[in-house]
């Protein structure tokens, strides 16, 4: 069975303190590593798609990377705005629903 | 639409009472998804259609859960006989089908079983 485990369940940093999140999978036949973020009261926001090990993709202040059994998401010199809760996802085989964590959550304070 | 649209935003009901959620996707969009996140718990996969075929309803929890599409486009997510257990937020998403898999997802419908 596909398994999809974030860590921490909780992050609490200061403005400015970078820090990682990490998901690590158990599936077979990766075909794709999503990372979404999700705000109280909202659905999941689509962030990153990483689809081989070694790849990697930015945005702003975030930073996906991707390894054969892991993916990071590092958070470069947060703000109070990235508060939130990271969501990881792995879309598998032949297969077309995306399996998700738990979630990280996110705490940035000034 | 511009985004994915899901009604009733809340919902409360009695156990043992029939709920129907629903959710409009993106225009064009092929593929819809239904999720379900309960307190402290990740999102857990309900049901895939392709058009208004579902050719994955793996996720479904018992026969009290069914869901249906028509015209490509508008999806009800349908519980019989609610019990408390079914008390979450019920997420839809939809894509374009293209293979990339990209989910954008509604803010969510909260049903809450007394």
């Known amino acids: 069975e596909d398994q999809v485990t974030q860590s921490p369940e909780a992050l609490r940093l200061q403005e400015g303190e970078s820090s990682s999140l990490n998901c690590s999978y158990t599936?077979?036949?990766?075909?794709?590593l999503f990372w979404y973020r999700q705000d109280p009261g909202k659905g999941p926001e689509f962030l990153f798609t990483?689809?081989?090990a070694g790849e990697e993709k930015e945005k702003e202040r975030l930073k996906a990377t991707l390894t054969k059994k892991e993916s990071f998401l590092h958070i470069t010199a947060p703000k109070p705005e990235d508060s939130a809760t990271y969501l990881c996802?792995?879309?598998?085989?032949?297969?077309?629903?995306?399996?998700f964590g738990t979630g990280t959550q996110l705490k940035v304070e000034l | 639409g511009a985004g994915v649209s899901q009604s009733p935003s809340n919902k409360v009901t009695e156990k043992g009472k029939d709920v129907e959620l629903r959710c409009d996707p993106i225009?064009?969009?092929?593929?819809l998804y239904w999720y379900r996140q309960s307190l402290g718990q990740g999102l857990e996969f309900l049901i895939y259609?392709?058009?208004?075929?579902?050719?994955?309803k793996s996720g479904l929890p018992s026969d009290r859960f069914s869901a249906e599409r028509t015209g490509g486009s508008v999806s009800t997510l349908t519980i019989q006989r609610t019990q408390q257990e079914d008390s979450a937020v019920y997420l839809c998403?939809?894509?374009?089908?293209?293979?990339?898999?990209?989910?954008?997802f509604g803010a969510g419908s909260r049903l809450t079983v007394l």
């Open positions: 225009s064009g969009h092929t593929a």
């Open positions: 996802a792995a879309i598998t085989g032949g297969g077309n629903k995306l399996t």
């Open positions: 998403a939809s894509s374009d089908g293209s293979g990339a898999n990209v989910l954008t």
């Open positions: 259609f392709q058009g208004n075929s579902a050719p994955d």
């Open positions: 599936v077979s036949g990766l075909r794709g």
């Open positions: 990483l689809y081989s």
